[in-house]
């Protein structure tokens, strides 16, 4: 596995292409309880808090020893990252250090990078073929929610800083996943050659009904979202990597979008369902792609996409 890692790599290298994805691997919890699981992953609880049809899916079956559900949920992430063949994965609902670091070995990745909170459920991090320099975790204060981690890698001649996130639910309220929200974009504005990647559970879209919190990189701060650079079967704004629509998002600043190759962007079809989201991934090129146009709003649909955010 660690050849054909190496080889995939080269291979990237020689051709000056660099392949990066971002997987909500949905609650990948180990198979022991250390207090912080959410009530329905605790072992032997599932039947306690959920209905057995519920129990019995794919994410939540128990399956006798409480190691084993684990094992198949991470023998089954580790599929789809081999198959989806990223140079670099932003990975989001890790459960601790100790899986991430696991989930590397069986994925081939010699480096990783983890952040969580202090009795958190869940963490997120970075899984690489590339060396993964200069972490930082940004607390969200007032929330209850993830950290932002941000990575720098070298492309070329270029340093590009991976900010990967994972906002608060809908749940939570637009109050408090707006607090998240305005956190992130400090984060990416303090920043050079960011590629800001992960669940934003916050919907993408052009029009007079979109949420998208982090609307104001966009308008105000000329940031990229590689939804624009979907194939078509991708612009209706229910479809994306959720059944929510396009929550899991990319977001390139200005100064990189030369480096983005045009049509690279997609979501990934994996041999094994093992998540409720699929991978969204895409390519950067050391010397530069094709020019592109950016899809414009009009000032209606900025007002109105504006006040939804009060």
């Known amino acids: 596995m660690r050849i054909l890692a190496c080889l995939a790599l080269f291979l990237s290298v020689l051709f000056g292409e660099v392949k990066f ?9 180990d198979g022991i309880n250390n207090g912080n699981e959410y009530k329905e992953f605790k072992i032997g609880a599932c039947q306690s808090q959920m209905s057995q049809s519920e129990c019995n899916l ?8 409480a190691g084993e559900r684990y094992e198949a949920k ?41 952040a969580s909170v202090k009795n958190s ?17 940004e607390e969200i204060r007032g929330v209850k929610t993830r950290p932002i981690l941000s990575v720098d890698v070298s492309v070329g001649g270029a340093t590009l800083t991976l900010v990967n996130v994972h906002l608060p639910a809908y749940s939570n309220g637009l109050k408090k996943r707006t ?17 800001l990647l992960g669940d934003f559970n916050s919907q993408y879209k052009i029009g007079t009904k979109g949420d998208f919190l982090l609307i104001d990189l966009i308008t105000q701060n000329d940031f990229y979202n590689l939804w624009d ?29 030369h480096l983005y190759k045009k049509g690279s ?10 998540s409720d989201h699929k991978p969204v991934f895409f390519v950067m090129e050391e010397r530069g792609g094709e020019k592109f146009e950016r899809e414009k709003f009009d000032d209606g649909e900025l007002e109105l996409l504006r006040k939804r955010r009060k």
Do not use: C
Request: charged share 25%; net charge positive.
């Open 265 to 274: 962007f997609g979501v990934f079809e994996a041999s094994v369902e093992t």
């Open 121 to 137: 459920p869940v963490g997120l991090g970075f899984l690489s073929h590339l060396p993964l320099k200069n972490a930082r975790v």
């Open 58 to 65: 794919w994410r939540m079956r128990e399956l006798g020893k």
């Open 179 to 195: 607090i998240a929200a305005e956190v992130v974009q400090k984060v990416a504005l303090n920043s050079r050659n960011v590629i």
């Open 74 to 114: 991470l023998t089954d992430v580790a599929k789809v990252l081999r198959e989806l063949a990223a140079d670099t994965v932003a990975v989001q609902e890790v459960e601790n250090e100790a899986v991430l670091r696991e989930l590397a070995k069986r994925a081939g990745y010699e480096f990783y990078k983890f």
């Open 229 to 257: 650079d979907a194939p078509k079967s991708f612009k209706s704004h229910k479809k994306g990597a959720h059944k929510n629509g396009k929550i899991d998002n990319v977001m390139l600043s200005p100064e990189i979008l």
């Open 21 to 29: 994805a971002s997987f909500n691997t949905e609650n990948l919890f």
